[in-house]
Every structure is written in structure tokens, then in C-alpha cells.
């Protein structure tokens, strides 16, 4: 029997309806405030998806188990995963998850208090050529790490929300996978970070949204990090992301540039060259699923999942207090 997943909203595209084609483990048995045009065919037309207005009406569906938020109003999404907690769901939610470090903090408690497992969709750092890194730097080859560079870079379109707490903003829900760059690929830390952000080049001449943000960090271990983010990415780069990661540590560095297309690992006086990225990447839904079913471990705890989350709202305050 596999496990039933109900899927609420498709706010941000991260929806997981494609992941759960044919799954071996978990099957769509409801869905709430979704575009169904979405589901493929297949999934449109079985009989066994039950589709609700509300995901009231979805959790009175007592098939689902699981159910994956990518909420249409992201500031209600943190409400609307611990209503699913309290009422025996587990859950995996779109980022940012909270935008507020007293909700993050909520979330854990709800976590701790019902035993349902809750995990924000952070697999940046396990997908390729991230994962290969984050790899070969707990593998000490590049030494101690003491300073990290991270880009995370969008196109602009004018669907994308001027209302921040629709999709969580620039640094809620594009510069956290810059963020994830530092902590789950660098593998360290981060104590302290600061922020500052504009909405200069923004085509809405009265609009909210901002365009770019540049952050500085401090890191546990003594060294230091920046980030660069933005919805600048221009058309003609070819791809929908425009990522960089450097990672400068005592004996070497390695990178991903160009959206992760090239690589590069320097060791001492030798040019390694581009890195081995043909290892399978990581699942973090399967890795989700496998952990509810005793097969596996998340590869982090929520605490340190979170944790990221956690920087971004830090950021978003920093960035807030520059403009006051």
C-alpha cells in the first residue's frame, strides 16, 4: 500500500505531482487549490485522485497521509502546515516555510509535540553538481573552509508577485538556495549575516518586489561569506538559473559556475580540473519518503534544514532595518 499524498496549491512551481509518477512508495490521492491542467494526463483522468476546494475539506480525506504544500498565499503557509501536523499529517512544504523566526520556532514544537515529520523542499545541496561538492569538501581535499562566494540569479516576468508574502520575496524564496549553497555545500555555518536589498529595476513603477540583494556573513569556524541575488538574469544566458558557488578553503578552492554547467577543482599547485558529477543526485522527497517509511535518515536535521530558513528571515530583517 502506498502512501496516500495530498497536494495543496502550486504556488512557485515546486509542486511535486511530476516526482510521483509511478513512485514506488507514495501515490496523489487528493488534491486542494491546485491547477489540475498541471497533473498529467494520466493523473487528470484517475478516478482515485479526489480533488477539494479547501484543505479543510482535503485533510477530512482520511487516505492522506502526507501533504505537500506549495500554499497560494506563502505567509498563510506556515499556519496551514501545523493545522495539517495537529491533525496527524505529515508534512513537506514549499520555501520559505515560515517568515518569521517565532513561526519557525512553532513549527519545531508542533513537530516535537505531534511526531509527524515536517521538512521544508530544501534539496538544493543535493542535486547536481552541488551534491559532488558537498561531497568532496567533507572530504577535506580543498582543507578548512574560509570563505565561500554564492550567486542565485532569476529572470524577471511580470507573473512574479509584487506582494512579498505571496511567494516569500527575493530573499525568501530565491536567496535561501544561495544560503543552502553556504551551509549544506560548504558545510558551515552561519552565525551572523546581513543584508541589504533594492527594488531598483523593478518594470512596476509603484511594485514591491525587489530586484537584488547582496548579504555578508559571518560563519562559525572564523570565516566569512557574501551572496549576490537578483531577478536579472537575462534571457540570452540560456538557462533559467544563473548560479555560482566558490568555495575557498586553506589548501584549494572548487566552483560551479554558470548555472553548475562548469566546474573546477584547484588543490595546492594542481589544477584537478573539472569535478566527477555522473553520482546519481538525491531525491530530497524520496529521502522524505524513505524516512517516513524506516528505509533511510534525512541527510540533516529540521534544526539545521531550518536553520537556512532562519538566516533568510535574519537577511530580510537586516535588509528592512537599511531602509528605515
Request: hydrophobic residues 40%; aromatic residues 6%; contains cysteine.
Amino acid at each position: 500500500m502506498k502512501i496516500g499524498v495530498g497536494l495543496f496549491g502550486n504556488n512557485g512551481g515546486h509542486q511535486i505531482h511530476g516526482e510521483l509518477v509511478n513512485h514506488p512508495y507514495a501515490a496523489i490521492v487528493a488534491t486542494a487549490a491546485m491547477d489540475r491542467s498541471l497533473l498529467t494526463p494520466e493523473q487528470q483522468s484517475d478516478t482515485d485522485i479526489r480533488h477539494y476546494d479547501s484543505l479543510e475539506e482535503l485533510l477530512k480525506d482520511e487516505r492522506v497521509q502526507v501533504v505537500s504544500l506549495c500554499s497560494p498565499r506563502r505567509a498563510n503557509q506556515v499556519n496551514e502546515a501545523i493545522m495539517c501536523m495537529r491533525r496527524g499529517r505529515h508534512v513537506y512544504a514549499e520555501k520559505p516555510c515560515a517568515m518569521h523566526e517565532a513561526e519557525l520556532d512553532q513549527l519545531l514544537q508542533v513537530e516535537s509535540e505531534t511526531g509527524c515529520l515536517f521538512r521544508e523542499m530544501a534539496g538544493t545541496g543535493f542535486q547536481q553538481p552541488y551534491l559532488s561538492i558537498r561531497n568532496l569538501v567533507q572530504s577535506g581535499v580543498i582543507g578548512e573552509v574560509v570563505q565561500v562566494f554564492a550567486q542565485k540569479s532569476y529572470p524577471y516576468h511580470d507573473a512574479r508577485p509584487q506582494d512579498e508574502a505571496i511567494d516569500g520575496g527575493l530573499i525568501g524564496q530565491n536567496s535561501i538556495h544561495a544560503i543552502r549553497f553556504v551551509e549544506h555545500v560548504a558545510c558551515v555555518r552561519i552565525e551572523e549575516i546581513h543584508a541589504m536589498e533594492t527594488k531598483l529595476g523593478n518594470p512596476s513603477e509603484h511594485g514591491g518586489l525587489h530586484m537584488a540583494a547582496s548579504m555578508m556573513m559571518r560563519l562559525t569556524n572564523g570565516g566569512v561569506a557574501s551572496i549576490v541575488a537578483n531577478y536579472l538574469n537575462a534571457k540570452g544566458f540560456g538557462s533559467w538559473g544563473n548560479e555560482h558557488l566558490r568555495i575557498f578553503g586553506t589548501k584549494g578552492f572548487i566552483e560551479a559556475v554558470d548555472g553548475g554547467a562548469r566546474t573546477r577543482l584547484i588543490v595546492g599547485d594542481t589544477d584537478m580540473g573539472p569535478i566527477d558529477t555522473s553520482g546519481p543526485e538525491e531525491s530530497y522527497w524520496d529521502m522524505f519518503i524513505l524516512t517516513l517509511l524506516g528505509k533511510a535518515e534525512m541527510p540533516v536535521t529540521l534544526e539545521a534544514e531550518l536553520h537556512c530558513t532562519r538566516m533568510a528571515i535574519r537577511a530580510k530583517k537586516s535588509a528592512q532595518a537599511q531602509t528605515h
